[in-house]
T-cell receptor
Framework: QQQVKQSPQSLIVQKGGISIINCAYE??????FPWYQQFPGKGPALLIA?????SEKKEGRFTISFNKSAKQFSLHIMDSQPGDSATYFC??????????FGKGTLLTVNP | DAEITQSPRHKITETGRQVTLACHQT?????MFWYRQDLGHGLRLIHY???????NKGEVSDGYSVSRSNTEDLPLTLESAASSQTSVYFC????????????FGQGTRLTVV
């Protein structure tokens, strides 16, 4: 059973637009919801993370929206830039320290 | 600066050979993880360790093994390489109180021919 469902698989956005990537999870025991960014040839790197005691977290142009009752969370990239073109992974984690990742979204921001 | 390094970055091996991928971290993290990344599958957990002499199986552990003899290193061994194990392998580590950020290495691209 897939514990984390991420959509869309790929996304093309114009420069200055808003990119939105969604994730849904099954297990209510998860209490850590990070987003990772990966550039070609590099390892994933933490972009932003949220815990279930808040519904939104913003860091610069990046925002996580979290809906605990719906078991969904999303990443919003405002004013998307060509440098944001990368693969984005959502993940879920809990008390066992393991992260389970979504399948990833390839974001392309056209200039 | 603390870091996590993997070696080699690229490797080509033949079917049936034993292969070991190295992972070394200087964060002094207790938790270490091995993932494989394949198109359409994202990152899947192979094995993980919470400390010295501790190892645990992840969701895709068949054909792989790990050992943890010290805090810094978690080598991943493919006992008898198969073409299905052609992939990009990432090592990660995390530490601190509760679940926190995992730091990833640069990856090892393994091709089994």
């Amino acid at each position: 059973q897939q514990q984390v469902k991420q959509s869309p698989q790929s996304l093309i956005v114009q420069k200055g637009g808003i990119s939105i990537i969604n994730c849904a999870y099954e297990n209510t025991a998860f209490d850590y919801f990070p987003w990772y960014q990966q550039f070609p040839g590099k390892g994933p790197a933490l972009l932003i993370a949220i815990r279930p005691d808040v519904s939104e977290k913003k860091e610069g142009r990046f925002t996580i929206s979290f809906n605990k009752s719906a078991k969904q969370f999303s990443l919003h990239i405002m004013d998307s830039q060509p440098g944001d073109s990368a693969t984005y992974f959502c993940a879920v984690g809990g008390s066992n320290y393991k992260l389970t990742f979504g399948k990833g979204t390839l974001l392309t921001v056209n200039p | 600066d603390a870091e996590i390094t993997q070696s080699p970055r690229h490797k080509i091996t033949e079917t049936g050979r034993q292969v070991t991928l190295a992972c070394h971290q200087t964060w002094n993290h207790n938790n270490m993880f091995w993932y494989r990344q394949d198109l359409g599958h994202g990152l899947r957990l192979i094995h993980y360790s919470y400390g010295v002499h501790d190892t645990n199986k992840g969701e895709v552990s068949d054909g792989y093994s790990v050992s943890r003899s010290n805090t810094e290193d978690l080598p991943l061994t493919l006992e008898s390489a198969a073409s299905s194990q052609t992939s990009v392998y990432f090592c990660a580590s995390s530490g601190g109180q509760g679940i926190t950020e995992a730091f990833f290495g640069q990856g090892t691209r393994l091709t089994v021919v």
